[in-house]
């Protein structure tokens, strides 16, 4: 009597080799027919937290129809957030607001309204040469009319001030102020009282 050519041992170890090549050629090709993650397909079926991008939230206020906070993806600007509240009102005064800086998140946007001249003074929206703003300046969204007339700040640092927020974007705090040249600790002291980011 003639033996198998195959011992059970072997066709049971080849049986078992030939499973695992399946199913890792299953996975393989299962795999190959899924979009990978960076694909837009796969970003279409990815949950809305996983794809999310960067968010910023701003409070808006002053001379729109709907005041409020507002999240706004990361390195939108001022405009954005005005069109989000719905818009200015007619009252706003949009020569007093920079529309194209960067917001940063925790950043209170107001839009002033023009200011009403009263009898004999000057015409709405003019101010007095050197007077103090009303409310503290935002440095993120300040006019070089309105920086200007900051104590001890003048033209020429006005427009450093424009020039930093421009090359590093929004201000996250007023001691960013120290890496103008021509503010010092002194000034920076002065100035804490009347601006804020």
């Known amino acids: 009597m003639s033996r198998p050519p195959f011992s059970r041992r072997a066709l049971l170890v ?3 080799a030939g ?3 399946l199913l890792v050629a299953g996975r393989y090709f299962a795999s ?8 837009p ?21 002053g001379a729109v129809r709907r005041p409020g906070l507002y999240r706004l993806a990361q390195g939108t600007r001022i405009a954005d957030a005005v069109a989000r509240a719905g818009g200015t009102t007619r009252a706003a005064d949009l020569a007093s607001i920079n529309l194209a ?3 940063a998140d925790g950043e209170q ?13 000057p015409p709405a929206g003019a101010a007095a040469a050197g007077a103090m703003p009303s409310g ?11 920086l200007d007339a900051l104590p001890g700040v003048g033209p020429v640092t006005a427009q450093k001030i424009l020039d930093y927020r421009t090359a590093h974007g929004a201000f996250s705090s007023v001691d960013e102020l120290d890496a103008i040249p021509g503010i010092g600790p002194a000034r920076l002291d002065q100035l804490r009282a009347v601006v804020v980011p």
């Open 14 to 16: 080849v049986a078992l």
């Open 19 to 21: 499973g695992v090549v």
């Open 32 to 39: 190959a027919g899924t979009p990978s993650a960076g694909t």
């Open 41 to 61: 397909a796969a970003r279409a079926r990815m949950p809305r937290a996983a794809i999310a991008a960067p968010r910023v939230v701003v409070d808006v206020v």
């Open 101 to 103: 800086a960067p917001l």
């Open 109 to 121: 946007v107001v839009v002033p309204g023009r200011v009403a001249a009263g009898p004999g003074g």
């Open 136 to 146: 503290p300046v935002h440095l993120s969204t300040a006019t070089l009319e309105q």
